[in-house]
T-cell receptor, first 112, second 115 residues
Framework: GENVEQHPSTLSVQEGDSAVIKCTYSDSASNYFPWYKQELGKGPQLIID?????GEKKDQRIAVTLNKTAKHFSLHITETQPEDSAVYFCAASKTGFQKLVFGTGTRLLVSP | EAGVVQSPRYKIIEKKQPVAFWCNPISGHNTLYWYRQNLGQGPELLIRYENEEAVDDSQLPKDRFSAERLKGVDSTLKIQPAELGDSAVYLC?????????????FGEGSRLTVL
């Protein structure tokens, strides 16, 4: 089955810096790659997603890039703010969004 | 619009005791998911319902876990008997099959501690 690896496990940046989180997946048939943000005591919340027919997608300060050949995708957050501090999960699916396989998460800490 | 509602938020039980979690999805969402999230890990799918039908329960430990979704709305996840390794956060999520996005809407989770 699908296996998703995520790095780094923790990431500390200063406010205003950029943050990059990387994920690799094993199943070349995967075609949907969302990113979820989980704040303490809350459930994960979708922040951006990308499908395999697109190489890059941007939404304000966040962007996701996908390299199908290398089977990896990345989340980029620019101009980080303290409220960006949370755990971020990547995920992959080959059946649309119905059977997501999540990575192990990255704890992002943005210091003022 | 109300989000996905789960209860209880926290539950502490002794091993071998039963426990049940309840989920009320977003109104109109026909797909409901139960995920388990171990400490420091990503969510893992336990079961997915399309309306009242369990269409994917391949990762549900059926010897001790059961789930139901009566009338295709609310759902209950039960563990009987609980084991120490069942300590985790149980997340319920819902989505709309007819939506053009793949977004899953998660509840805040039910944190289970088995002593």
């Amino acid at each position: 089955g699908e296996n998703v690896e995520q790095h780094p496990s923790t990431l500390s940046v200063q406010e205003g810096d950029s943050a990059v989180i990387k994920c690799t997946y094993s199943d070349s048939a995967s075609n949907y790659f969302p990113w979820y943000k989980q704040e303490l005591g809350k459930g994960p919340q979708l922040i951006i997603d990308i499908r395999s027919n697109v190489g890059e997608k941007k939404d304000q300060r966040i962007a996701v890039t996908l390299n199908k050949t290398a089977k990896h995708f990345s989340l980029h957050i620019t101009e980080t703010q303290p409220e960006d501090s949370a755990v971020y999960f990547c995920a992959a699916s080959k059946t649309g969004f119905q059977k997501l396989v999540f990575g192990t998460g990255t704890r992002l800490l943005v210091s003022p | 619009e109300a989000g996905v509602v789960q209860s209880p938020r926290y539950k502490i039980i002794e091993k071998k005791q039963p426990v049940a979690f309840w989920c009320n999805p977003i109104s109109g969402h026909n797909t409901l998911y139960w995920y388990r999230q171990n400490l420091g890990q990503g969510p893992e799918l336990l079961i997915r319902y399309e309306n009242e039908e369990a269409v994917d329960d391949s990762q549900l430990p059926k010897d001790r876990f059961s789930a139901e979704r009566l009338k295709g709305v609310d759902s209950t996840l039960k563990i009987q008997p609980a084991e120490l390794g069942d300590s985790a956060v149980y997340l319920c999520a819902s989505s709309s099959t007819g939506a053009n996005t793949g977004e899953l809407f998660f509840g805040e989770g039910s944190r289970l501690t088995v002593l």
